[in-house]
C-alpha cells in the first residue's frame, strides 16, 4: 500500500509532470501546448509578469514620494531631497533586487512561490523538528492573514492615488494588461528622464552615503521617514507569489531590464522636480507632467492602478484556494474562469468580503494619505516571516553551512525589523486596521484547523475499524446490489458512517465497495503516475488513497479513472458515491474554548458543499449525516 508520505513526487517528478495533464503549471502547460521557440516562450512570459508580478510595486511613484514630504519630516532642500532618493534606491536595491529576485525566487516549492508554498516548503525539511515544524506553520498561517491586510488596503490606496471618483471595469482592459503596463512603464521612465535632464545632480543619490547622512542627521526622525520610504516597495511579495505562473527566470528578466530602471528613473526625476519646483511637491507625480498630457496621464494611471489592484486580489484567492486545501480555511465555491489556465479562478464569498473590507477602508480613512498611515505594517510583517522561513530552506534543504544562512537572512532581517519598527509606530493612526483584518483570518485559520484537528480525533476514537468490521459483516453478508459504492471519508482504515448508516437502513452492500480518502499533500503539484493507489482488503472492496497537490483541482472522478491499470474499473453510470456529513456539536470542556468551538462548529456547518469541492457527479452522491461532540 502507498502512504501519503511514499506518494510524495521527487524533485524532478514534480518539476516535469505529465504534460497531458492538470499537474503543469499554466505557463508551462502553454508553452508545451503552442511549441513555440524557446525565445518566443521567454518573451511571452516575461511580458506576461510584467502585466500581473509588477502591478503593484509599479504604482508606488503615485504615493512613496509625496507622503514622504507631506510628513514634513524630511525638507525640500538638496542633502534631504538626495538622502531620501538615496533611501529608496536603496531600499529598492537590497529588499527586492537582492533578497527577492536573487534569492527568495530560488526558494520555491517545485516551482511555486508565495507564503503558503514557503510554509509547505519550510515545514517539510523540519519534520524531525516537530516544534520547530509547528512554529513554522503557525508563521506561515500568521503570513497568509497579513496578506489578507495588504489585499484590502493596496486596492483603496492604489486607485485613490490615481484619480477620485472615477470608475473603471476591470475586465474591460483584460487584452490590453500587458501593453497598458508597458506602456505605463514606458511613460514613467521617460518623464523621469525629462526631469532628470534638467537637475542631473539628483543622480549622486546612487551613493549611499546620502543615505546614511540622512539617517544621522535626522536621528529618531528617519524611522518616520522610513515608513513612508517602505511604500515604494510594496507588492515585492507579489514577485514571489506570482512565480508559479511565469517561472523564476522571466520575473528576474523583467526586473532588471525594466521595471526597476524605470522605478528608479522616476523617482529620481520626482527628486529633480521638487528641487527645481518646490511648490509642486505636493503631488510630485502629476506634477511632472504638462498640463496638456495632464489627463492623459490620469487615465494611464487609473487604468494601471485597476490593473495591480486586480493582480492583488486575484492573488488573494490563489491563497485562499491553497489554505482550503492544505486545511487552513473551510470549504469555499471555487470558480474556474478559464478553461485553458487552472490558476485563473474566482471565489465569490472571498470576493464579497475583501469588497466590503476595502469600501469600509475608503469610508474610513477618506485618502490616499490617510490610508498611507494603515499602509505598511502587514507587508514588513509579511517580509520578516518570509526571510526566517527562507532561512530554515536554505539551511536544511540546500544544506548551506550555517554561518552562511544566518549571514545572508540575518542581513535582510536586520533592515526589515527597522522598517518594522518604522511602521509600528503607526498602528494608532490606521495600522490598526490592517493587523485587525489579519487578527481575525488568523483566528479563523488558527480556529479551523485545531477544529478539524479535534474532530479527525473523535471520529477515530468512535470509529470501527475497516478491516476487521468488513471481514464480520462478509461472514454473513447481505444483499450485494449492482454497482459501485464509493464511500469517502476524511479518515484511513476506519469504516465510514456512509457505510454504516447504509447497512443499517437499506441492508444492502454494492458488488464493489471503494473507500476513499483524497489527501492534500504539501507539494503543489502530483503527477498523474502518483496521484491514485488501491489496495485489495476483500472480494469486491478496495482501500483506495488519493494524492493532490495544494494547487491541483481536487477532481475525485478523474482521479479514481486513474485506478483501471490497477485493475478498479468504474461504469460512471452505476458508481454511486456516499458521503458521511458531520453535524458539529460543541460542548463544555472541549480541546478548544467555547468560543472557537461555537466558531468552529459555524464554519462547519456553512462550508460549502463538499461534494462540489471534489467534483462529484450531482446526480450520483447520497449525503448521510451524523452528530459529533468536539
Not at 508597458?182 to 552615503?209: C, D, E, S
Not at 478559464?338 to 465569490?348: D, K, L, N, T
Not at 542581513?411 to 495600522?431: Q, T
Request: hydrophobic share 50%; proline share 6%; with cysteine.
Amino acid at each position: 500500500m502507498a502512504t501519503a508520505e511514499f506518494c510524495q513526487p521527487t524533485q524532478s517528478q514534480a518539476q516535469n509532470p505529465d504534460p497531458v495533464n492538470d499537474t503543469l503549471r499554466p505557463a508551462a502547460r502553454v508553452a508545451l501546448v503552442s511549441q513555440k521557440p524557446a525565445t518566443s516562450r521567454m518573451a511571452a512570459l516575461t511580458l506576461g509578469a510584467l502585466g500581473v508580478v509588477y502591478g503593484d510595486i509599479g504604482t508606488s511613484p503615485l504615493y512613496a514620494l509625496r507622503e514622504v514630504f507631506a510628513s514634513k519630516h524630511a525638507a525640500l532642500t538638496l542633502p534631504d531631497i538626495l538622502g531620501v532618493l538615496s533611501l529608496v534606491f536603496w531600499t529598492l536595491t537590497v529588499i527586492v533586487s537582492l533578497k527577492y529576485v536573487a534569492l527568495i525566487l530560488r526558494a520555491n516549492n517545485n516551482g511555486e512561490g508565495g507564503t503558503m508554498a514557503l510554509m509547505a516548503l519550510s515545514s517539510q525539511v523540519t519534520r524531525d523538528r516537530p516544534r520547530l515544524r509547528t512554529a513554522l506553520i503557525v508563521m506561515g498561517i500568521l503570513g497568509a492573514a497579513l496578506f489578507y491586510g495588504d489585499g484590502v488596503i493596496t486596492p483603496a490606496i492604489s486607485v485613490l492615488s490615481a484619480v477620485k471618483g472615477l470608475e473603471l471595469v476591470t475586465p474591460a482592459f483584460k487584452p490590453y494588461v500587458v501593453p497598458i503596463t508597458l506602456v505605463w512603464f514606458l511613460t514613467i521612465a521617460y518623464w523621469g528622464m525629462v526631469w532628470i535632464i534638467r537637475a542631473p545632480v539628483v543622480l549622486q543619490a546612487l551613493n549611499p552615503w546620502h543615505a546614511l547622512r540622512f539617517g544621522i542627521e535626522h536621528g529618531h526622525v528617519t524611522l518616520l521617514v522610513l515608513g513612508a520610504v517602505f511604500l515604494a516597495v510594496t507588492g515585492a511579495e507579489a514577485l514571489y507569489a506570482d512565480m508559479g505562473h511565469f517561472g523564476q527566470r522571466p520575473i528576474q528578466l523583467v526586473w532588471f531590464a525594466l521595471v526597476f530602471p524605470a522605478l528608479v528613473l522616476n523617482y529620481f526625476g520626482q527628486g529633480a522636480l521638487m528641487l527645481l519646483e518646490p511648490a509642486k511637491a505636493d503631488n510630485p507625480f502629476f506634477n511632472m507632467v504638462p498640463p496638456w498630457f495632464l489627463l492623459p496621464m490620469v487615465v494611464l494611471a487609473t487604468v494601471a492602478t485597476v490593473i495591480a489592484s486586480q493582480a492583488t486580489i486575484s492573488g488573494t484567492f490563489s491563497v485562499t484556494k491553497q489554505a482550503i486545501q492544505l486545511g487552513y480555511l473551510p470549504r469555499l465555491s471555487v470558480l474556474h474562469t478559464s478553461v485553458r489556465e487552472i490558476g485563473q479562478i474566482y471565489i465569490p464569498g472571498v470576493n464579497w468580503l475583501q469588497f466590503g473590507a476595502i469600501v469600509a477602508a475608503v469610508l474610513m480613512f477618506g485618502s490616499s494619505s490617510a490610508l498611507a498611515t494603515a499602509y505598511g505594517i502587514a507587508v514588513t510583517a509579511t517580509m520578516l516571516i518570509t526571510t526566517v522561513m527562507t532561512f530554515f530552506v536554505i539551511r536544511y534543504r540546500w544544506n548551506y553551512r550555517w554561518w552562511l544562512c544566518l549571514g545572508a537572512t540575518g542581513f535582510f532581517l536586520m533592515i526589515e525589523l527597522v522598517f518594522f519598527s518604522s511602521n509600528i509606530i503607526k498602528v494608532l493612526s490606521g495600522g490598526w486596521f490592517t493587523l485587525l483584518i489579519a487578527g481575525a483570518v488568523f483566528t479563523l485559520m488558527m480556529t479551523w484547523a485545531r477544529g478539524r484537528q479535534l474532530l479527525s480525533a473523535k471520529i477515530r476514537e468512535e470509529s470501527i475499524e475497516l478491516k476487521p468490521f468488513l471481514k464480520s459483516v462478509l461472514m454473513d453478508p447481505p444483499m450485494r446490489a449492482p454497482g459501485t459504492a464509493v464511500f469517502l471519508s476524511s479518515e484511513e482504515d476506519v469504516t465510514p458512517n456512509a457505510l454504516l448508516h447504509n447497512l443499517k437502513h437499506n441492508n444492502v452492500l454494492h458488488e464493489n465497495n471503494l473507500f476513499v480518502t483524497a489527501n492534500t499533500l504539501d507539494v503543489p503539484w502530483i503527477p498523474f503516475a502518483q496521484r491514485a493507489s488501491a489496495e485489495l482488503l476483500c472480494k469486491g472492496c478496495w482501500k483506495v488513497t488519493l494524492n493532490f497537490g495544494f494547487k491541483n483541482d481536487l477532481d475525485v472522478p478523474a482521479a479514481l479513472d486513474l485506478l483501471q491499470s490497477q485493475g478498479v474499473v468504474l461504469d460512471p453510470m452505476t458508481t454511486s458515491y456516499f458521503l458521511s456529513r458531520e453535524t458539529v456539536v460543541p460542548t463544555l470542556g472541549g480541546g478548544m474554548a467555547p468560543w472557537r468551538e461555537k466558531l468552529f462548529a459555524s464554519l462547519h456547518r456553512n462550508a460549502a458543499s463538499a461534494a462540489d469541492f471534489l467534483n462529484l457527479p450531482a446526480n450520483r452522491v447520497v449525503e448521510l449525516g451524523t452528530k459529533v461532540q468536539i
